[in-house]
């Protein structure tokens, strides 16, 4: 039988990607202890309020068909949300309902690019990223974001790569590995570099209330400049702690949202009214979820480098915003993929190696700040103890 160049393009680069989570999980299914520290996931489950509003949404009957863009209600709580946060009037006419940043991304990519065109990211990337570019049929073009300027997209290293199939710059921040925010001033300069090459900025926010301590976080859209060509998408997956209910948003010019509209109808016919007053409620509250889960992280991302920090010649990268803290192991002269592979085997503890994220972050591991204190602190014990023997 004949298959379409899409699966070609994608294969390898789904599940394949998650080899340590996944062998994280086979561990725990033979009855071997685990400490998960792969996955980004929320450390609360969804609010109760939040589960309770969808239910009685759904015993309202809200369970029919909705329209393509969104339901009234959560659009209003989008352009009442944005126009907050950004300071002036955001219509509803420039919202996407979709289920989860990731849909939301597929859906931009496939309403902007085509094959031959390219789309310059940062690498290390989110591990979904290179599959959602590749899928349009248009090429990623990877930038390495440098350690010694906290991993921020550099306007310069940009400039460098931009040719005639340019098409996108595809941004993420709060940025997933690094936890590194893009400045204002990062924002501007990246931004005026899309208008004189004519490019689209598409950015990725979905950690955007996972801020730590004092740091700020400013979106791709705060400068009105360029909001002919910002799309920003987002969530309540991490916000909210509820990945589950698969609720997401594009916020874009109002064109693109009406091109993209057939596009996103011909995938989904409209996403689920009850979910759509939930997120129209989380939106509305005050993000106390995020705030609380926020703290929770910075204080373990604290736990992970007073633990760690030169300890065999080991250095920990603290993040901005996240979910996550990067440990850096070149010292230790292993693969990131056979270091994390053998944490595993000998300790039970599970990290992600970097290059699951991208050639730039060989020699780092991932390590997610989701469990509690002192499980977080009994895996840097283990984790203290396997690179003492690795560096031995
Ligand atoms: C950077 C980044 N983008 C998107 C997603 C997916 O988000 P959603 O649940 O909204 O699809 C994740 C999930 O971990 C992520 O880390």
């Not at 290390?124 to 979904?128: I, L, V």
């Not at 990725?204 to 301590?213: C, F, K, P, S």
């Not at 859209?221 to 002919?228: S, V």
């Not at 760690?308 to 065999?312: F, P, R, T």
């Given at each position: 039988m004949r298959y379409a160049p899409i699966t070609e393009r994608l294969a390898g680069l789904?599940?394949?990607?998650?080899v340590l989570h996944s062998a994280a999980q086979a561990r725990r299914a033979q009855g071997l202890e685990v400490i998960n520290l792969t996955i980004g996931e929320?450390?609360?489950?969804?609010p109760a309020d939040l589960i309770e509003t969808a239910t009685r949404s759904m015993r309202k009957g809200r369970t029919g068909y909705s329209n393509g863009q969104g339901e009234p209600t959560v659009l209003g709580a989008l352009s009442d949300y944005y126009g907050s946060k950004l300071g002036r009037s955001i219509s509803r006419q420039r919202f996407l309902c979709l289920p989860g940043t990731q849909t939301a991304l597929y859906l931009a990519f496939i309403a902007l690019l085509e094959p031959g065109c390219e789309v310059i990211l940062g690498d290390?990337?989110?591990?979904?990223y290179e599959a959602l570019i590749r899928a349009s049929g248009a090429t990623p073009v990877p930038v390495a974001l440098r350690p010694e300027a906290g991993f921020r997209l550099q306007v310069d290293d940009v400039a460098r790569q931009i040719g005639p199939a340019t098409r996108a710059l595809f941004l993420n921040t709060?940025?997933?590995?690094?936890?590194a925010i893009l400045t204002q001033e990062d924002l501007d300069a990246l931004c005026d570099l899309a208008v004189r090459h004519d490019l689209w900025v598409i950015s990725?926010?979905?950690?955007?209330?996972?801020?730590?301590?004092e740091a700020l976080f400013n979106s791709a859209?705060?400068?009105?400049?360029?909001?002919?060509r910002v799309i920003v998408a987002s969530s309540i997956s991490k916000s909210h702690a509820?990945?589950?209910?698969r609720s997401g948003w594009l916020c874009g010019p109002e064109e693109f949202c009406r091109r993209a509209l057939p596009v996103s109808e011909t995938m989904l016919f409209g996403s689920q009214p009850f979910i759509a007053d939930m997120t129209a409620e989380a939106l509305r509250a005050s993000p106390e979820v995020a705030r609380n889960m926020a703290a929770r992280m910075a204080r373990r991302a604290q736990i992970i480098h007073s633990r760690?920090?030169?300890?065999?010649g080991m250095r920990v990268h603290l993040p901005e915003a996240g979910m996550f803290a990067l440990l850096d192991?070149?010292?230790?002269?292993?693969?990131s993929q056979s270091f994390a592979l053998g944490l595993l085997e000998t300790t039970g503890v599970a990290v992600m190696p970097g290059a699951s994220f991208g050639a730039?972050?060989?020699?780092w591991l991932r390590i997610a700040l989701n469990a509690p204190d002192d499980v977080t602190d009994d895996a840097c014990s283990r984790i203290v103890s396997y690179a003492q023997r690795e560096a031995a």
């Open positions: 789904g599940s394949d990607k998650w929320p450390d609360v489950p969804t290390p990337m989110y591990a979904t709060p940025h997933n590995p690094t936890g990725d926010e979905v950690y955007q209330e996972l801020t730590h301590g859209l705060a400068n009105p400049t360029f909001e002919d509820a990945p589950g209910f760690l920090d030169g300890v065999a192991i070149r010292a230790l002269s292993c693969d730039a972050l060989e020699g």
